[in-house]
């Protein structure tokens, strides 16, 4: 499904190298997890890979199906099934959530030729999946992440991404912020999403995550590339002894 | 479920929005309607005011009006004060007068009507049974209407071309015509009111259009009376070189209560058209007033040519105790923008409220805004002003906000959002403040943003292309204002407000 080939990235507006070389694979229906240290460049590359302003791509590749994905702009990879949970949803006043729910899902059939949802449909379909998320009415009202809670912020992801029905989701941190309570419930809404058609590439700092959302490998990353990978007993190893082994092994 | 409806309303609203947004040009209005006109000849003098007058059969009263009026323009220079660059406009190279052939006799079926006028209403969005109503056809008032009803007045260049559901409104005791038929049929209530809110010595333009505007609106809403429907102005420049002078006066008797919506539109033109409009409102005591407008005329094209002068004077007269008045506006339109509705806050306890959307775009310029004169006790204004620059633009937001001696205990607050797309356009605010007791209050909040990229972005992760995302931002901005319009409106306004700014960014 995702493939990164000896990814090279530099800040557009300073000389600064960010991923050195990053190569990484996720086939279909497989949950792989990303871990490392502050600064590794685990969120430039969820950046890059969603079509955010303010990188340069030096070197390398990256497709989804085949498909390069950093030829295209941002709508155009979502349109083709790529979608990124934000470290830090970004509020939009005076837009209804489900205004932008709608005109997302929307702009992203037309963009793929298929006929767009009727209001009815919509609202039947965004109800009942905000209800597996405990998201109010109310929060369907509400403008887009304006005076929403961490948690709030961090479910209204997992419901844009439910609606949106993705194939490739890159989770950049949504533990980040979360009690135990909404951090089962963001869990929950992934597991449901998870099959044999779709991908999920989950960012995270901690272990717990993956407690509940059980990976199928877990990727070391460090000083931009990727420097060990292996099963979800990698991710124990680093709750219990740190990066600090696993880098010097890497050199 | 009352929710959930309200809800579901507002969904379709943005929804049409987004759709309407993508299958338009940039501007639809902007057809020209061949239909054969009568001019007067170009310029002005007492010749062609009394032309003007004797064309629509007016009494002596109103020519000596008219007279007196130009008698005082040709006295006046024009006012330079607004942030406005244009170039000098030659006044004697504008016809003042022009109206469809067809409108010499007034057509009694609908074979009569030019076919034209018709299409022209048509592409205006008029339902089609107001336009058969327009058009005067027999039984078309007893058919069902689709939707809410509106009365439309529809304006197609200087004349009133026909107002549909006459017969009800007078049921109600209200009073709708062109402001020509109330010259001669209430002549009383002309007389009384005319210039009575706006003084025709008051600015060199509304001056101007005393002397010549050639029709225009009336509403006379009687003591106590709830006005049934809302009632709307159509109006329209069409014919070239021409300047478009509509007056518009509404008396809103003793606890009577009416909602009035405006709207404009003109042809792409390489050159400048004039319009200098006056609109008076009277309110009575405990009467209240709701005057929307959405002015879309002819902004231009992306290299400034062509476009619509507009110089507009409004105001509200709340003459009463407890009356009050709501002016919300979303200018989108015109070359050049100069129009500040005011409140004249004369009776005690008296409300003022004004709601603003005003967008610039490639080479627009816009100095708009309001004043609240509070003049009785205990009187309330309030100013939402939401200005968008994009392009080459100059917007600025101008209000006075003034607390006489007398206005005791008066309370004005001013809320200024300034919003900034691009890095070739300008902003400007310029709040005036005039407090003359020391028991009133005035608060003026003001902000100025640019378009922000992470907004912008989450939007296209989500899937919007870029311009779908500015005016969602955009619309987002206006919200506040956007939700002070009647719901017809609101969805205009909302598209116009996304293409306004297509090719803004990028």
């Not at chain 2, 005035?442 to 989500?462: I, W």
Request: glycine share 8%.
């Amino acid at each position: 499904m995702l493939k990164i080939n000896n990814l090279h990235v530099k800040l557009e507006e300073e000389d600064k190298q960010i991923l050195k070389g990053l190569s990484l694979e996720v086939p279909a229906g497989q949950v792989h997890a990303i871990m490392g240290p502050n600064g590794s460049g685990k969120s430039t590359l969820s950046y890059v890979l969603s079509g955010r302003d303010g990188y340069e791509v030096t070197e390398g590749e990256a497709t989804l199906d085949g498909a390069s994905l950093l030829d295209m702009e941002p709508e155009e990879r979502a349109a083709a099934g790529l979608f990124l949970a934000f470290q830090y949803p970004v509020e939009i006043p005076g837009v209804g959530n489900m205004t932008f729910l709608r005109t997302a899902v929307n702009a992203q059939r037309k963009a793929r030729g298929e006929a767009e949802l009727s209001s009815g449909e919509f609202l039947k379909a965004v109800r009942a999946k905000a209800a597996e998320l405990q998201i109010s009415p109310d929060m369907l009202k509400r403008p887009v992440n304006v005076g929403f809670s961490g948690g709030e912020k961090k479910r209204n992801e997992i419901l844009q991404m439910a609606m949106l029905e993705p194939r490739m989701c890159i989770m950049d941190e949504t533990d980040s912020g979360l009690d135990v309570d909404a951090m089962r419930l963001v869990s929950d809404g992934v597991n449901a999403l998870r099959d044999a058609g779709r991908s999920f590439l989950v960012i995270t700092h901690y272990q717990r995550l993956l407690n509940h959302i059980q990976p199928d490998v877990v990727h070391i990353m460090a000083n931009g590339r990727i420097v060990k990978s292996g099963g979800p007993e990698l991710a124990l190893e680093v709750e219990e002894n740190g990066y600090g082994d696993l880098l010097a092994e890497a050199g | 479920m009352t929710a959930t409806t309200d809800l579901d309303v507002r969904e379709g609203v943005d929804r049409e929005t987004v759709e309407t947004v993508q299958n338009m040009g940039s501007y639809k209005y902007g057809w020209d309607t061949e239909i054969e006109m009568e001019y007067a000849p170009k310029g002005v003098n007492e010749d062609i005011v009394r032309l003007i007058s004797e064309k629509n059969n007016e009494p002596e009263w109103m020519t000596e009006w008219r007279l007196a009026a130009y008698r005082r323009w040709v006295t006046m220079t024009e006012p330079k004060w607004a942030m406005l660059n244009y170039p000098e406009i030659d006044y004697q190279d504008q016809y003042y007068y022009a109206r469809p052939k067809s409108m010499e006799v007034k057509p009694k079926s609908l074979d009569e009507v030019d076919p034209k006028l018709l299409a022209t209403y048509d592409k205006l969005g008029i339902p089609l049974r107001e336009q058969m109503i327009l058009a005067g056809v027999e039984g078309a008032e007893a058919a069902p209407a689709e939707g809410r009803k509106v009365a439309v007045d529809a304006v197609f260049d200087s004349v009133s071309v026909g107002t549909t559901f006459k017969d009800e409104l007078a049921k109600a005791g209200v009073i709708f015509c062109s402001i020509s038929e109330a010259i001669r049929e209430h002549p009383e209530l002309v007389k009384k009111y005319l210039g009575s809110v706006v003084p025709q010595s008051d600015n060199y333009f509304a001056t101007l259009n005393s002397a010549v505007f050639s029709d225009g609106s009336f509403v006379y809403i009687p003591e106590g009376v709830r006005c049934p429907m809302e009632l709307s102005t159509y109006f329209r420049i069409n014919a070239e070189n021409t300047g478009q002078f509509e007056r518009t006066l509404i008396i809103a008797d003793k606890g009577s209560y009416v909602s009035y919506l405006e709207g404009c539109t003109a042809p792409k033109r390489d050159t400048n058209q004039l319009h200098a409009a006056v609109v008076e409102i009277v309110i009575l005591e405990d009467a209240e007033v709701k005057y929307s407008t959405v002015q879309n005329w002819f902004p231009g094209d992306e290299d400034g040519k062509g476009g619509i002068y507009n110089f507009v004077t409004k105001r509200a007269d709340c003459r009463g105790d407890r009356a009050k008045v709501m002016w919300t506006q979303v200018e989108t339109g015109s070359a050049i923008t100069w129009k500040y509705p005011s409140c004249i806050l004369r009776g005690n306890e008296s409300q003022g409220e004004f709601y603003s959307i005003a967008i610039a775009n490639n080479f627009q310029q816009a100095d708009t805004g309001t004043k609240m004169i509070h003049l009785g006790k205990n009187t309330r204004s309030r100013i939402v002003s939401k200005g968008i620059s994009a392009g080459q633009a100059q917007n600025t937001y101008r209000g006075l906000v003034t607390m006489h001696p007398r206005a005791t205990n008066s309370r004005n607050y001013t809320q200024c959002d300034s919003l900034l797309i691009g890095d070739k356009c300008g902003a400007h605010t310029v709040p005036y403040i005039e407090v003359k007791n020391t028991s009133s209050r005035v608060e003026h909040e003001a902000t100025t943003s640019k378009v922000d990229d992470d907004q912008l972005f989450y939007c296209r992760s989500r899937g919007m292309d870029e311009e779908e995302a500015v005016a969602l931002v955009v619309n987002g901005f206006c919200r506040e204002v956007l939700q002070a319009l009647p719901m017809e409106f609101a969805m205009e306004a909302q598209s116009l407000v996304a293409i306004s700014l297509e090719g803004s960014v990028g």
